[in-house]
Nanobody
Protein backbone atom coordinates (compact mmCIF):
# COMPACT_ATOMS: atom_id res chain seq x y z
CA UNK A 1 0.00 0.00 0.00
CA UNK A 2 1.25 3.46 -0.91
CA UNK A 3 0.02 6.69 0.61
CA UNK A 4 0.47 9.93 -1.27
CA UNK A 5 0.28 13.38 0.31
CA UNK A 6 0.33 16.51 -1.84
CA UNK A 7 1.34 19.96 -0.64
CA UNK A 8 2.31 23.34 -2.04
CA UNK A 9 -0.98 24.51 -3.46
CA UNK A 10 -2.32 27.99 -2.89
CA UNK A 11 -3.44 31.27 -4.42
CA UNK A 12 -1.18 32.95 -6.95
CA UNK A 13 -1.55 35.71 -9.51
CA UNK A 14 -1.44 34.99 -13.20
CA UNK A 15 2.15 34.76 -14.37
CA UNK A 16 3.32 33.50 -11.01
CA UNK A 17 4.79 30.18 -9.97
CA UNK A 18 4.07 27.38 -7.54
CA UNK A 19 5.85 24.17 -6.71
CA UNK A 20 3.75 21.18 -5.75
CA UNK A 21 5.20 18.27 -3.81
CA UNK A 22 3.89 14.75 -3.37
CA UNK A 23 5.39 12.67 -0.59
CA UNK A 24 4.96 8.91 -0.82
CA UNK A 25 5.13 6.28 1.86
CA UNK A 26 6.59 2.86 1.27
CA UNK A 27 9.86 1.47 -0.03
CA UNK A 28 8.71 0.84 -3.59
CA UNK A 29 8.35 4.47 -4.66
CA UNK A 30 11.42 4.32 -6.87
CA UNK A 31 9.82 1.61 -9.00
CA UNK A 32 6.60 3.54 -9.71
CA UNK A 33 5.74 5.81 -12.56
CA UNK A 34 4.35 8.99 -10.98
CA UNK A 35 1.82 11.33 -12.46
CA UNK A 36 0.09 14.61 -11.80
CA UNK A 37 -3.54 15.18 -12.70
CA UNK A 38 -5.93 18.06 -12.14
CA UNK A 39 -9.65 18.62 -11.95
CA UNK A 40 -11.30 22.00 -12.37
CA UNK A 41 -14.84 22.68 -11.12
CA UNK A 42 -17.40 21.13 -13.44
CA UNK A 43 -14.74 19.41 -15.54
CA UNK A 44 -13.34 15.92 -15.76
CA UNK A 45 -9.99 15.06 -14.28
CA UNK A 46 -7.20 15.51 -16.81
CA UNK A 47 -3.62 14.38 -17.16
CA UNK A 48 -0.96 16.99 -16.51
CA UNK A 49 2.43 15.27 -16.40
CA UNK A 50 4.15 11.97 -15.67
CA UNK A 51 7.65 10.74 -14.98
CA UNK A 52 9.03 7.23 -15.19
CA UNK A 53 10.52 5.47 -12.19
CA UNK A 54 14.10 6.33 -13.12
CA UNK A 55 13.23 9.87 -14.12
CA UNK A 56 14.58 9.18 -17.61
CA UNK A 57 11.34 10.03 -19.42
CA UNK A 58 8.81 12.75 -18.76
CA UNK A 59 5.47 13.40 -20.39
CA UNK A 60 3.31 16.53 -20.45
CA UNK A 61 -0.12 17.61 -21.55
CA UNK A 62 0.06 20.09 -24.40
CA UNK A 63 -1.63 22.72 -22.25
CA UNK A 64 1.28 22.80 -19.78
CA UNK A 65 4.24 21.95 -21.97
CA UNK A 66 6.98 24.54 -21.61
CA UNK A 67 5.49 25.93 -18.39
CA UNK A 68 5.39 22.95 -16.00
CA UNK A 69 8.23 20.61 -15.06
CA UNK A 70 7.84 17.28 -13.31
CA UNK A 71 10.74 15.84 -11.34
CA UNK A 72 11.36 13.29 -8.62
CA UNK A 73 13.76 12.52 -5.82
CA UNK A 74 13.71 8.80 -5.16
CA UNK A 75 15.85 9.20 -2.05
CA UNK A 76 13.15 11.41 -0.56
CA UNK A 77 10.19 9.47 -2.00
CA UNK A 78 8.90 12.70 -3.45
CA UNK A 79 7.68 13.89 -6.82
CA UNK A 80 7.43 17.57 -7.70
CA UNK A 81 5.55 19.72 -10.15
CA UNK A 82 7.11 23.11 -10.81
CA UNK A 83 4.49 25.36 -12.34
CA UNK A 84 5.58 28.60 -14.00
CA UNK A 85 3.72 31.25 -16.00
CA UNK A 86 0.48 30.19 -14.38
CA UNK A 87 -2.80 31.08 -16.03
CA UNK A 88 -6.32 31.34 -14.59
CA UNK A 89 -7.23 28.20 -16.55
CA UNK A 90 -4.68 26.27 -14.46
CA UNK A 91 -7.00 26.66 -11.48
CA UNK A 92 -7.90 23.19 -10.25
CA UNK A 93 -7.36 20.59 -7.58
CA UNK A 94 -4.09 18.87 -8.38
CA UNK A 95 -3.60 15.19 -7.59
CA UNK A 96 -0.54 13.01 -7.69
CA UNK A 97 -0.85 9.36 -8.54
CA UNK A 98 1.34 6.27 -8.62
CA UNK A 99 1.41 3.51 -11.24
CA UNK A 100 3.01 0.31 -9.96
CA UNK A 101 3.29 -1.12 -13.50
CA UNK A 102 5.32 1.86 -14.68
CA UNK A 103 3.21 1.99 -17.84
CA UNK A 104 1.19 5.15 -17.36
CA UNK A 105 -2.04 3.35 -18.26
CA UNK A 106 -3.61 2.75 -14.88
CA UNK A 107 -2.79 4.46 -11.63
CA UNK A 108 -3.13 2.42 -8.47
CA UNK A 109 -2.79 5.07 -5.79
CA UNK A 110 -4.00 8.64 -5.51
CA UNK A 111 -3.41 11.51 -3.14
CA UNK A 112 -6.11 13.66 -1.61
CA UNK A 113 -5.34 16.66 -3.80
CA UNK A 114 -4.15 20.21 -3.29
CA UNK A 115 -5.98 23.32 -4.50
CA UNK A 116 -4.30 25.69 -6.92
CA UNK A 117 -6.06 28.97 -7.65
CA UNK A 118 -4.70 31.43 -10.20
CA UNK A 119 -6.21 34.90 -10.14
CA UNK A 120 -6.31 37.14 -13.19
Amino acid sequence: QVQLVESGGGLVQAGGSLRLSCAASGRTFSSYLMGWFRQAPGKEREFVAAIRSSGSSRYYADSVKGRFTISRDNDKNTVYLQMNSLKPEDTAVYYCAADSRNMGLKYDYWGQGTQVTVSS
